[in-house]
Nanobody, 126 residues
């Protein structure tokens, strides 16, 4: 029933920007609701980038802090990831995820989430 669909990926040069979107549907209202952005490059583990709780509180991984911004539009049921100053090492498949997580505790761990989108590819060239 839960559906997450990412969009906005593409190919950009280093230093460029992209804005990813995640359209959510079928998610019941909950004060424990948490959504996050993850990425996975071939041969690598899936890594957490950022997450946001229902109260709007956010957290970021050190690798993207200061460059990426997570936000949400609850009225439109859309999650965003604004990515600036992109680097070649940012190249990966990007996923959004959602689950009921108290205060988004442990929200950087992909095992905490049961609902996932299919991903959108981001490629950053030198």
């Amino acid at each position: 029933q839960v559906q997450l669909v990412e969009s906005g990926g593409g190919s950009v040069q280093a230093g460029g920007s992209l804005r990813l979107s995640c359209a959510a549907s079928g998610l019941p209202y909950s004060s424990y609701y948490c959504m996050g952005w993850f990425r996975q490059a071939p041969g690598n583990e899936r890594e957490g980038l950022a997450h946001i709780a229902t109260d709007g509180s956010t957290a970021y991984a050190d690798s993207v802090k200061g460059r990426f911004t997570i936000s949400r539009d609850n009225t439109k049921n859309i999650l965003y990831l604004q990515m600036n100053s992109l680097k070649p090492e940012d190249t990966a498949m990007y996923y959004c995820a959602a689950d009921f997580i108290w205060y988004c505790s442990g929200g950087f761990d992909p095992k905490r989430y049961n609902s996932w989108g299919q991903g959108t590819q981001v490629t950053v060239s030198s």
